[in-house]
């Protein structure tokens, strides 16, 4: 079974590859297809945004389509950066970029008050018909990053249960309790009973 993960982000391919390594599916990405539009994301919720890039290359490629959009929602900002995570800095910045103006904007935040959810939606179209899946998880922004695995805001996402940021585990680890992992488990899931 082909399916096409709509992003052109090499590390959430990586993440969704190795989620669904024991199943019969081939993940392939938008390099498979040289002509593949980009697809503005333009909606006001994250569901909105994946649903919109999943209908729109899932009938440009003729195949089933995941797509996802990911938001970091910290308390203190009131939710922000949110929708627009990717380019909370603006529209051409680093994984960097981002990450230090978060650390800016909350520079004056004490401790107690650094609370943040990491959402992840994925829509899944097959055949016109759309699925979707969530998945969440809640966290702390330390003031200074830590790790060198991962990407986006890992480095400054604190799971205390875990003792370590996103970016100070190994990608299995990662997998098992990260906001794409638990959105991406629902989803093999939903893929594990098409294919019985």
């Known amino acids: 079974m082909k399916i096409l993960l709509a992003s052109r982000n090499k590390d959430k391919l990586r993440e969704i590859r190795e989620k669904t390594a024991s199943l019969d599916v081939d993940i392939l990405s938008p390099d498979d297809f040289p002509d593949l539009p980009d697809v503005e994301e333009d909606g006001d919720t994250l569901e909105a945004n994946a649903i919109k890039k999943a209908l729109a290359l899932s009938k440009f490629v003729n195949l089933p389509t995941l797509a996802d959009d990911t938001g970091l929602e910290v308390d203190a900002l ?4 949110g929708l627009y995570s990717a380019r909370y800095a603006g529209p051409d910045a680093t994984y960097l970029d981002n990450v230090d103006k978060l650390l800016r904007e909350m520079q004056d935040v004490p401790e107690g008050k650094r609370s943040a959810c990491f959402r992840c939606v994925l829509a899944y179209v097959i055949k016109e018909e759309i699925h979707l899946f969530e998945g ?13 695995s991962g ?3 890992d480095p ?5 249960e875990e003792n370590k940021t996103f970016a100070e585990m190994p990608l299995e680890r990662k997998n098992k309790i990260s906001h794409r992992g638990l959105a991406v488990d629902a989803w093999v899931k939903y ?3 098409l294919m019985q």
């Open 78 to 81: 009131n939710g922000a950066p």
């Open 136 to 148: 969440k998880v809640q966290g702390i922004i330390i003031t200074e990053a830590r790790g060198i």
């Open 151 to 153: 990407f986006g805001y």
């Open 156 to 160: 400054v996402f604190y799971i205390p």
């Open 191 to 193: 893929i594990e009973q």
